[in-house]
T-cell receptor, first 113, second 110 residues
């Protein structure tokens, strides 16, 4: 069964510093997609970055990048030059064959000025 | 281009009542998924609609039902509400593998 685990319930980072959020998943499939979503206190879930499992190159979106380790089933999110607006809940998600998303339990990121 | 919209934003019901939540997908998207998010937890998949049919269903009782209309908008119905149904209900639309979420409907059951 597919599961997504985020082992860090809460993390803090100083403004302008770098932080890495961890995510591991369990699947028997070889072709799937992984996502990081951000949910600020206003609650709208926003797509941060996505990774296609068949692509070995790690995805990047401006200050956000991932470290995708397929064999280890690990998918971490690195936020560089953290900003106050990055404070939010971050959810890791997995989907296979356009089926339902499996979400992790989330990591609350605090950004200190 | 409007994103995913949901109505209402907030709702208060009492135990045993029925509720209907509505979702309009992002333009060009034909698939709608519904999630329940309890406070402090990740979203839990309820079901997914495609071409007006339920394509996938999560581990939710039959009290949770849905519908998709020809214009791809969707409704989530919950019958015989329980206190435990209090949560944020998220709708997500997709035209491929990426889902885009609406702002959610906060349901409080008293």
């Amino acid at each position: 069964a597919q599961t997504v685990t985020q082992s860090q319930p809460e993390m803090s980072v100083q403004e302008a510093e770098t932080v890495t959020l961890s995510c591991t998943y369990d699947t028997s499939e070889s072709d799937y997609y992984l996502f990081w979503y951000k949910q600020p206190p206003s609650r709208q879930m926003i797509l941060v970055i996505r990774q296609e499992a068949y692509k070995q190159q790690n995805a990047t979106e401006n200050r956000f990048s991932v470290n995708f380790q397929k064999a280890a089933k690990s998918f971490s999110l690195k936020i560089s030059d953290s900003q106050l607006g990055d404070a939010a809940m971050y959810f890791c998600a997995y989907v296979y064959n356009f089926n339902k998303f499996y979400f992790g339990s989330g990591t609350k990121l605090n950004v200190k000025p | 281009d409007a994103g995913v919209t949901q109505s209402p934003t907030h709702l208060i019901k009492t135990r045993g009542q029925q509720v209907t939540l509505r979702c309009s997908p992002k333009s060009g998207h034909d698939t709608v998924s519904w999630y329940q998010q309890a406070l402090g937890q990740g979203p839990q998949f309820i079901f997914q609609y495609y071409e007006e049919e339920e394509r996938q269903r999560g581990n939710f009782p039959d009290r949770f039902s849905g519908h998709q209309f020809p214009n791809y908008s969707s409704e989530l119905n919950v019958n015989a509400l329980l206190l435990g149904d209090s949560a944020l209900y998220l709708c997500a639309s997709s035209g491929g593998e990426t889902q885009y979420f609406g702002p959610g409907t906060r349901l409080l059951v008293l």
